[in-house]
């Protein structure tokens, strides 16, 4: 079960929301009464209860917005139980000036905006022992291993406990509340009202994650990454997944790069058996790989990651999907030994993308030029794959063939700028960005009046991801269904 959280400074707002979020299906929604601007009517948030409700008066240290009195808050605690209401919040350290009373259940809360305590066994106990139906630890991860303790804790306690990890890295115990055996989780009404880090919005939660349906059985899948919010994988990789019928969620996982190799150590016991890797960790991964494709050692880098028993198996599906959206582009003859030779292509950007682009054209002998904006980046790359190397500046005075875009330059916000200057691409220039957040960036704008041919960031992301998919689950993805999902994500039809 979903709890959503609602905190609006007026009466008529707060009963607003709850009303609708209740005919929209929501089975608990949280009344944050300390949001509520003037002297709270419990009258009137209460008279009409649309669907269960807990209350909570949360004060500024744990996160809250109540500035009055400490007796007017746990005067209004008392007087919603009094007035029956299905559950209130109490933190732990005031649980005892709070008696029980009727049938209202008590959640007894501790929450951690700085860390998770070492001691999350011994603070559970002494939290169950307030005569608590349900305990609530909320604590800030700031490491993967938070994560697994605060999960263990869950799956392992004898009273109904809800765990939270707060932050992007502790998404994923939001997610997995129900598989653990919280009796619900927490999230928010509206992307703009987060009331705390990490909060997903309950629509979110519903129908991307799915949240009810995730049991046992359900097979885990996820992109590694930091940070890893801005993902758009999670989205096309759960949609095909529903589309398909398979009992299988993709799932946000926010790693430090020093904590890659512990993260990877644990995924089995999570239910892990796949990974998409993306920056900062696409050339550590590779170390942690038992066996990789020739191509991922050759790149020297992995962004797939799948597990098979004791085995870590690694992928570059980048390469294949840039070298099919290439070759395509270009009418390449596979069967022929050397099918890029006297073709140049010019690489901007020395990070992982570029890396997996380069390799897999200097193996059709392509002749490869990169530039990026630090040099030293750039000469390590060029040595490494046996490319040249030009400085950032000198970019437009390359006769070249192939442009490619392995830079984040032009990806929204900033979509107002371009990596390569207009004046310098003509049609008989094909241009390959691969930044795909918005699909039509400026370079790709450039491009098309230039009348360049071209490959968009969506044509190389959808291809990567659909070979994923295949690694993941051995079946054929529904292209088209990715395709329309990313479009329609970084394209929203925009309201006259």
């Known amino acids: 079960m979903i709890c959503v ?24 929604v949280e009344l944050r009464l300390d949001y509520i601007s003037r002297a709270v009517s419990l009258k009137r948030l209460l008279e009409n209860r649309f669907c269960p409700i807990v209350v909570t008066v949360r004060r500024r240290e744990d996160g809250g917005r109540w500035l009055k009195s400490e007796a007017e808050r746990l005067t209004l605690l008392r007087s919603a139980i009094a007035a029956g209401v299905d559950y209130v919040d109490i933190e732990a350290d005031v649980a005892s000036q709070i008696p029980r009373y009727g049938n209202t259940k008590r959640i007894i809360s501790f929450h951690d905006f700085d860390e998770t305590p070492e001691d999350l066994e011994e603070l559970h106990a002494a939290m169950a022992e307030e005569d608590a139906d349900i305990v609530k630890i909320a604590t800030m991860a700031n490491s993967f291993q938070d994560n697994l303790r605060m999960m263990d804790l869950v799956k392992n306690a004898k009273i109904p406990t809800i765990g939270i990890c707060m932050g992007e890295m502790g998404m994923i115990t939001r997610i997995l509340g129900e598989r653990l055996g919280s009796p619900f989780t927490y999230a928010t009404f509206s992307k703009d009202k987060k009331m705390a880090p990490g909060l997903l919005e309950w629509k979110e939660m519903q129908t991307l994650y799915r949240y009810s349906t995730i049991d046992d059985n359900t097979v885990l899948f996820g992109v590694v990454a930091d940070p890893v919010a801005h993902s758009y994988s999670p989205l096309i990789h759960n949609r095909a997944f529903e589309d398909s019928g398979i009992n299988a969620r993709y799932l946000p996982f926010r790693v430090p790069k020093s904590d890659l190799p512990n993260f990877i150590k644990h995924c089995k016991e999570l239910g892990v058996e796949g990974l998409s890797v993306t920056i900062p960790h696409k050339e550590e991964a590779l170390d942690q790989c038992t066996q990789a494709e020739s191509s991922a050692s050759g790149i020297g880098a992995v962004n797939t990651l799948v597990f098979q028993g004791d085995s870590v198996l690694g ?49 059709r002998h392509c002749d490869v030029v990169i530039a ?4 030293e980046r750039a000469e390590i790359l060029a040595s490494e794959l046996g490319c040249r190397v030009i400085k950032w500046e000198d970019r437009h005075d390359e006769r070249i063939n192939l442009l490619v875009n392995g830079t984040p330059i032009g990806m929204h916000p900033d979509v107002d700028v371009s990596p390569y200057n207009e004046t310098s691409l003509n049609q008989f220039v094909a241009v390959f960005d691969t930044v795909y957040n918005p699909e039509n960036t400026l370079l790709i704008k450039y491009a098309k009046r230039a009348q360049c041919r071209i490959i968009t960031g969506i044509d190389m992301f959808v291809r990567q991801a659909a070979y994923q998919y295949k690694l993941f689950t051995g079946k054929d993805a529904n292209v088209q269904l990715m395709r329309k999902t990313i479009k329609d994500a970084t394209n929203p039809v925009q309201l006259n």
């Open 5 to 28: 959280t609602l905190g609006r400074a007026r009466h008529k707002r707060m009963i607003a929301d709850h009303q609708f979020l209740a005919e929209q299906g929501a089975q608990l």
């Open 315 to 363: 992928y570059n599906t980048d390469y294949r999907a840039a070298m099919d959206c290439v070759e395509e582009l270009f009418n390449i003859d596979r069967t022929k030994e050397r099918p890029m030779q006297g073709m140049t292509a010019l690489i901007l950007g020395a990070g992982g993308v570029s890396r997996a682009i380069a390799w897999g054209l200097k193996q």
């Open 372 to 375: 990026s904006r630090t040099f």
